[in-house]
């Protein structure tokens, strides 16, 4: 007879299912919370005003909504967006949060998931969630909410990487689900390019814990592995996150390299130094026609510098090639990054790239039969 595998069993047979892509994908329970993708990528900024001048100025993007001091910019037609958050006294700029769109979304009923699996609720004074906790936020008329207040969920996984979990028709706005916002307001600059979506996140986890998690509450499955670590899969389309450190269960087990290769200057990591924090190492968003050569003409006519191999300076950008090693293709995928005002570090890549092979990393085969 199947029996039903319990939390405790699944979390402990995972080192032996990180053997067997195929079981490790049939091994899991459906997800708790059925979302589209990733629909925000949250910046802390040390200049609100200097970050959006500089994101306008590149992506042409309007302002979408505002929340208080944190201004949102529409990715392509919305609702999904770039928040710039102001830093707070001693708080280093960051890319501070990600976020999930979620069908039939209600914070009641995720607040009782979540509790269901060992996330707890944050103290009601805490200003961000720990790890393991979820804070429901109220916001105000003043940080754009209902008059009667409009209601937010962050969470934090294992490793303390923050989270936001909403409609999937959230724009930052009032209403129950806070997807009431005003006319956009048109950026004042037409930008270089055009930004049409999200693509993925590269997250430094240090608890093993983490990756289950996400596997969990999302039914995280691995879309194609770069040598051995998996790009999971978040909704349906080619939206994923990749874990590096020590997060959780690779092909062949272990933790995960770099997404990159060697890690990025100064973050250290596996044979390159101490471990790194817990941190979301960069996000990446999408635009149709990619081209690495001329997008990098565009943003060193903009100002940025092109540099040769990674680094974190600000207002710098290089591409890097993914060998055949790794998934890329032949000669190398290019993989291009620049560096913003604060030197928070941003891909981008065509709206078809799913950190696969071929030029564009656009090819991403099934998993092959167990």
Known sequence: ?????????????LPALALSPRALVQAQAQPQ??????SQITLTVSDVKRSLDFYQGLFGMPVQARQGSTVLLRIGNGPRFIALRPAAAGESPS??????????FSIDRAMQTLAAHGITAAPANAVKPGPKQALVRTRRQNEGGSPDGTRDLFVADPSGIVFQLHDVSYCGGSGALGNVCPVAEPSPKPGIMALKDTSHFTIAASDPTTVPMYMELFGLKPMVYQAATPAWQIGNGVHFLMFIGGGGPTRGGGAAPPAGGAPPAGRGGPGGG???PSAIDHACVAID??????????????????????????LVTYISLRMPNRGGAEGGTPELYFTDPDGLAIQIQDVKYCGGGGFLGELCPPLPPA
């Open 1 to 13: 007879m199947n029996m039903p595998i319990d939390r405790r069993h699944f979390l402990a047979a």
């Open 33 to 38: 919370f059925r979302t589209t993708g990733l």
């Open 95 to 104: 890319i501070s949060a990600l976020g999930f769109g979620v069908q039939d």
């Open 274 to 276: 101490p471990a790194r």
């Open 289 to 314: 026609n990619f081209d690495p050569a001329a997008v990098t003409k565009l943003l060193v006519g903009y100002g940025l510098k092109q540099q040769e191999g990674q680094g974190r300076s600000p």
